[in-house]
């Protein structure tokens, strides 16, 4: 039996990932018992706690916070279970392996295409995703990598809202209001960019910015489609929670797993969108 938590199942993302998983499982013959932190590292807490009560021989954590949830993985290593983490990483405790996309590799991707999209110039705003998750660590990173190397390009405003679209939608709202002009925005995920373009077509000024995303959910890549995002970061969700059960599967059969995984991203645009 295997434990997945995940951060929330309120994000078409996520449950994605999850559906991996649950076929990977299925092929596998082994059981999974997925919970739903709900964004909450207190639920978090209770939820893998509750798993290693029900002494799941793996568990599979993706957490709501790298630092939060961390005294869960340490009590799973006090109880001689092994802990993988998927898409984002803890800040400590013993994992075996982390399944993830490069996202550093992501954010300079997007990056990039924004940087060529903008000849080099205009002012940019960096919508960011959770504080204190790795995704949104790295993808900033990246990002600000290729930024760093455009001197005619301004960061004008930096801002979290929290990978949620309606928060895109309300920060971006005020950031609009605040810079009579904005070229690009990056958001470090799919939901917050949506709620920008929202934002954005509500003040009659969407036609002069150029979005870029990260996730490539269907919305998004339906937006690309509609011509309102120019791109988007495609994860492998499905392929995430595949690789999870697989890895976790292939360690208690005293295989030897690498320590990270990584899953391949590509660049969605319109002239690659399926």
Not at 74 to 95: L, M, Y
Not at 169 to 179: D, G, P, R, T
Not at 183 to 188: E, I, L, N, T, Y
Not at 229 to 240: D, G, H, N, R, S
């Amino acid at each position: 039996t295997l434990g997945l938590s995940l951060s929330t199942l309120n994000n078409p993302f996520f449950v994605t990932l999850k559906e991996g998983a649950e076929e990977k499982a299925a092929e596998l013959g082994v059981k999974l018992i997925v919970v739903d932190s709900q964004d909450d590292p207190a639920k978090e807490a209770t939820n893998i706690e509750d798993l290693i009560q029900k002494k799941v021989d793996a568990l599979l954590i993706n957490p709501t916070d790298a630092d939060a949830v961390v005294p869960s993985v340490q009590k799973a290593n006090a109880a001689g279970i092994p802990v993988f983490t998927i898409d984002r990483s803890a800040a400590g405790g013993e994992v075996v392996s982390h399944i993830a996309s490069d996202n550093v590799a992501g954010g300079k991707m997007a990056g990039e295409y924004l940087a060529k999209l903008l000849g080099g110039k205009g002012k940019v705003v960096e919508l960011e995703g959770i504080a204190g998750t790795s995704a949104a660590r790295d993808r900033g990173k990246g990002f600000n990598e290729v930024m760093a190397n455009y001197p005619d390009i301004e960061i004008v405003a930096r801002q979290t809202a929290n990978f949620n679209r309606a928060e895109g939608l309300s920060v971006f709202e005020n950031i609009l209001q605040a810079q009579p002009e904005i070229d690009g925005v990056f958001a470090h995920n799919d939901e917050m960019i949506l709620g920008a373009i929202q934002a954005a077509e509500a003040a009659g000024r969407a036609k002069d910015i150029i979005f870029v995303g990260f996730d490539a959910i269907d919305d998004a890549v339906q937006a690309v489609k509609d011509g309102k995002l120019a791109a988007t970061i495609a994860q492998q969700p499905a392929e995430m929670g595949k690789l999870g059960v697989e890895m976790a599967v292939k360690y208690l059969n005293g295989e030897t797993v690498e320590e990270f995984i990584p899953v391949p991203l590509s660049l969605v645009t319109a002239e690659t969108v399926q």
